[in-house]
């Protein structure tokens, strides 16, 4: 899976970026206040975008 389809996954469920590190960036849900860390690599593994959004208790993908 591509990190764009990712992001605008994110976004769509009212999840937004709490902050940029080295490797990866730190995703917050505003419902839930759940935090999770996304890797910043142009293709993201399936099994990984699905424990992210297990994470931040959205739908997964």
Do not use: F
Not at 7 to 36: A, F, M, V
């Amino acid at each position: 899976m591509k990190l764009r389809q990712l992001i605008r996954h994110l976004r769509k469920h009212e999840c937004y970026l709490i902050r940029e590190g080295s490797k990866h960036s730190w995703w917050g849900n505003g419902n839930t206040g759940d935090r999770t860390a996304v890797p910043r690599h142009t293709e993201i593994d399936n099994k990984l975008a699905k424990k992210i959004c297990k994470d931040l208790s959205i739908p997964q993908l």
